[in-house]
């Protein structure tokens, strides 16, 4: 699976603490890698994904064929 972010994303992201924007980074490559990871959370909700970057945040997503871009 592909990833991409939207524009609006990295608005959100360059607003986070300098500490979440590291873990989501960290986070990202987990993904990347073990998507199946215990601690992302990731879920599909609805028409929707969801990956966790902490315990206060998370990332939503909505699949587009075979990617999901991140928004």
Do not use: T
Not at 9 to 14: A, G, L, Q, V
Not at 51 to 68: L, N
């Amino acid at each position: 699976m592909n990833h991409h972010a939207s524009s609006a994303f990295w608005d959100c992201y360059r607003k986070l603490p300098d500490s979440i924007q590291h873990l989501a980074d960290k986070n990202y490559e987990l993904l990347k890698h073990d998507p199946e990871h215990p601690s992302l959370h990731y879920k599909k909700v609805g028409a929707y994904r969801s990956v966790r970057v902490g315990i206060a945040y998370h990332a939503p997503g909505v699949e587009d064929g075979k990617s999901i871009v991140w928004f």
